[in-house]
């Protein structure tokens, strides 16, 4: 029969790589709780309409990319292509905006986007993502930047470039906008078809096409920057002091505006010098229209996205080496019946005793018994056998250097090293 392979986009993560995906995982906590930022967990779909309102209906996500089915309740819902939507959702149906303020919040999800799948580009990948509501401080803005700077160098990760611009306010983006479709009127025939139904309703959309004809358009188009109004050039200011104050180097990049549409002012995107085409690892910014948006009381918000295939992927082509394969403390090799019974018994005395232990489930000889606790990379084996259970002893055999030593049987524990 012929075998069913897993969709195109998606992949698995064997048991040889899953603790390194657990140690990213751990270091992302523990950089949020040093920056304060508590975990949150939301579902892997939605109603589709908040992604819709949320994340803008003339974006590429909304109008090409998202997995939207009808259920068998006739709702139309869809799995997210994005975590800032659904945690503004579940924020606000929680009321967590009535507590203290910043409410400050982190996830690491799964994410689906059906899109072209390419090297560090899939359908469904993984995020850790940070947002934080109520402060419209420029402080916060630099706090979240450096909350991924200072995970990337707890990684050991280097060859970064952090770009950021400012894309304003409603205010400065309708004045902006008008002169973004005076530049793109001569040249409106020439556009991909989308682009053409975004020319009325979101004529800067056009700007992040994917389409590269429609690049090449929009290549000497007016820079937002130019049109930002006074409060969002302070609010720019602000934030490029801050960064100087921490130390962190940026370069100002007019060319971001963000493939989704809920940002405001500060935006930014950090790029791996390590990957290929899809290098950009982490992007994010402030959004502080979106909770009024999705039916909140108006309140500032900022985050990021970071993608973790991406980050995988520079740590590997940057040779980085990560910690934590788990591999089993002690193999316990058995030789006849009376020794099998006693084995079962050991390796479930010291399982209880916080200790990893494995025996064969194989019936195979000792020979073999040896060559497995090997390849599985068992710290330390021991063999029993009827003259070991007699004695009460055996030899005790670390597997890296070789050298053994007499224990008692029944303590086992005492001799092996921590950790
Ligand atoms: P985003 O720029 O769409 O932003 O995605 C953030 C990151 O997710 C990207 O920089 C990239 O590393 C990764 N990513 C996106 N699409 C894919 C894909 N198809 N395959 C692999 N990795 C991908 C957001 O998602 C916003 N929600 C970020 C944010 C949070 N802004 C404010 N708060």
Avoid at 257 to 269: A, I, M, N, P, Q
Wanted: proline fraction near 4%.
């Amino acid at each position: 029969m012929e075998k069913i392979k897993a969709l195109k986009g998606t992949y698995d993560i064997l048991p040889e790589d899953a603790y390194k995906w657990d140690y990213i995982e751990k270091t992302a906590k523990e950089v949020c709780r040093d920056f304060g930022f508590d975990e949150i967990k939301i579902p892997v779909f939605e109603y589709t309409d908040l992604f819709a309102r949320g994340v803008g209906d003339t974006t590429d996500v909304v109008q090409k990319e998202m997995y939207t089915f009808t259920d068998k309740g006739g709702r139309s819902i869809t799995l997210r292509p994005e975590g800032t939507a659904g945690t503004v959702r579940s924020v606000l149906e929680h009321s967590l905006l009535a507590g203290a303020l910043p409410i400050k919040l982190f996830y690491l999800i799964t994410c689906y986007r059906n899109e072209k799948p390419q090297a560090g580009r899939y359908r469904e990948f993984r995020q850790f993502g940070i947002e934080a509501f109520g402060s419209s401080d420029f402080r916060i803005d630099a706090e979240i930047i450096s909350l991924a700077m200072e995970f990337f160098a707890r990684l050991g990760l280097k060859g970064l470039t952090l770009n950021i611009n400012s894309i304003g306010c409603p205010e400065c983006r309708a004045k902006y906008n008008k002169a973004l479709k005076e530049f793109l009127a001569q040249k409106y025939d020439n556009l991909c078809p989308t682009c053409k139904t975004r020319f009325d309703k979101n004529p800067m959309r056009i700007l992040d096409c994917k389409d590269p004809s429609c690049g090449e358009l929009v290549k000497d188009a007016p820079v937002l920057l130019d049109y930002i109004c006074d409060e969002c050039q302070e609010h720019f200011a602000g934030v490029k002091h801050t960064l100087d104050l921490l130390g962190i180097e940026y370069n100002i990049d007019t060319g971001i505006v963000r493939g989704l549409d809920y940002y405001t002012k500060t935006v930014f995107e950090i790029k791996s010098d390590s990957l290929g085409a899809q290098s950009t690892v982490c992007g994010g910014g402030r959004y502080d229209g979106l909770v009024e948006q999705l039916g909140g009381h108006p309140t500032p918000g900022i985050g990021f996205g970071l993608g973790l295939e991406r980050l995988l992927l520079t740590m590997q082509a940057q040779g980085i080496e990560i910690p934590g394969k788990p591999k089993p403390k002690i193999f316990v090799c058995e030789l006849g019946d009376k020794a099998v019974d006693y084995g079962v018994k050991i390796v479930a005395d010291l399982r209880k005793k916080g200790i990893s232990a494995v025996r064969d489930c194989m019936g195979r000889g000792l020979k073999a018994q040896m060559k497995y606790a090997d390849k599985i990379g068992a710290e330390y084996t021991i063999v029993i056998g009827d003259n070991e259970i007699e004695a009460g002893k055996c030899a005790l055999k670390h597997m890296e250097s070789g050298e053994s030593q007499e224990i008692i049987l029944n303590e086992i524990d005492k001799y092996l090293r921590k950790g």
